[in-house]
């Protein structure tokens, strides 16, 4: 099984900067900088999502099989539905976020610990690198809270 590059874990950890800098502001920020911030916090977040599928459709789609060697059928149309499917999810929480910006943000709250959910079990079933759930966990994790921070500023939870 391949260990991940250093530079996917580098890209990873900075994928992450855009969403921090967006709650950073939000939460330090006067409120009127609010919404336009949140739109592009919840726009990354669906980005973010996406990518979060995409990894798995390039793992369903390189030949020969990446994990596990002589892969199944069934391993690819999993592989496939779990690429598309965040894709869908943060598409939902941007188009939600239209009208009902902390609906959208809600969204990609459950959809970012969906995903997660789904990668452990493919992880624990070995379909997935060496090293990677560790950095997803990582990854999930601070973006979690940087939408439960930017979720509580909304409600008036800010810091003064």
Same mark, same amino acid.
């Given at each position: 099984?391949?260990?991940?590059?250093? /530079?996917? *874990? $580098?890209?990873? /950890?900075?994928?992450?900067?855009? %969403?921090?800098?967006?709650?950073? =502001? *939000?939460? !330090?920020?006067?409120?009127?900088?609010?919404?336009?911030?949140?739109?592009?916090? $919840?726009?990354?977040?669906? $980005?973010? /999502?996406? +990518?979060?599928?995409? @990894?798995?459709?390039?793992? &369903?789609?390189?030949?020969?099989?990446?994990?596990?060697?002589?892969?199944?059928?069934? %391993?690819?149309? %999993?592989?496939?539905?779990?690429?598309?499917?965040? =894709?869908?999810?943060?598409? &939902?929480?941007?188009? !939600? &976020?239209? @009208?009902?910006?902390? *609906?959208?943000?809600?969204?990609?709250? $459950?959809? +970012?610990?969906?995903? =997660?959910? @789904?990668?452990?079990?493919?992880?624990? #079933?070995?379909?997935?690198?060496?090293?990677?759930?560790?950095?997803?966990?990582? @990854?999930?994790?601070?973006?979690?809270?940087?939408?439960?921070? *930017? /979720? =509580?500023?909304?409600?008036?939870? #800010?810091?003064?």
């Amino acid at each position: 099984m391949k260990r991940l590059p250093l /530079l996917a *874990i $580098v890209t990873a /950890l900075a994928s992450l900067l855009p %969403l921090v800098g967006c709650t950073c =502001a *939000i939460l !330090f920020l006067t409120p009127d900088h609010t919404p336009r911030l949140l739109t592009a916090a $919840v726009g990354y977040g669906a $980005v973010m /999502l996406s +990518f979060l599928g995409a @990894v798995h459709w390039g793992l &369903a789609l390189e030949q020969p099989d990446i994990i596990p060697a002589g892969g199944t059928q069934r %391993l690819t149309n %999993l592989r496939l539905a779990m690429g598309g499917v965040p =894709a869908c999810i943060g598409w &939902a929480g941007l188009c !939600f &976020a239209t @009208v009902y910006e902390l *609906i959208g943000l809600l969204i990609l709250i $459950v959809g +970012f610990a969906a995903t =997660a959910v @789904v990668e452990r079990m493919a992880w624990q #079933r070995g379909a997935m690198p060496r090293g990677y759930m560790t950095l997803q966990w990582f @990854v999930i994790c601070l973006a979690e809270l940087c939408f439960l921070a *930017i /979720l =509580a500023a909304c409600m008036g939870m #800010r810091p003064h």
